[in-house]
């Protein structure tokens, strides 16, 4: 089972930038594709970027293309998600999360592994 833990969370001024990290341990990196999936508060879970196992497929949601970038560096079983013109709407808890799959799905729901999240706030 693999076991993700996120950090990088904190709370920054609008405008500003983050970069969360996802370290994964346990089953063979590469053979997942990843994602970072967010909540706000009174709202559903909402995909926000994934990366496919060698990092040459990504997806964004519509709400952070252009300001969000996601990546993943294998050899240190590590994903990253760099923030840029960080907004108060981006305030929510994220989430890494990851799935054996050649594939990369979209949803929260294709998502199988879980990480524990870390909060990001944007003050306006």
């Known amino acids: 089972q693999m076991q993700l833990v996120e950090s990088g969370g904190r709370t920054v001024q609008a405008g500003g930038s983050l970069r969360l990290s996802c370290v994964a341990s346990?089953?063979?990196?590469?053979?997942?594709?990843m994602g970072w999936v967010r909540q706000a508060p009174g709202k559903e879970r909402e995909f926000v970027a994934g990366i496919n196992w060698s990092g040459e497929d990504k997806k964004y949601a519509d709400s952070v293309k252009g300001r969000f970038t996601i990546s993943r560096d294998n050899a240190k079983n590590t994903m990253y998600l760099q923030m840029n013109s960080l907004k108060p709407e981006d305030t929510a808890v994220y989430y890494c999360?990851?799935?054996?799959?050649?594939?990369?799905?979209?949803?929260?729901?294709?998502?199988?592994?879980w990480g524990q999240g870390t909060q990001v706030t944007v003050s306006s």
């Open positions: 346990g089953p063979i990196f590469e053979a997942y594709a």
């Open positions: 999360a990851g799935r054996a799959n050649v594939l990369l799905g979209d949803t929260p729901e294709w998502f199988a592994n």
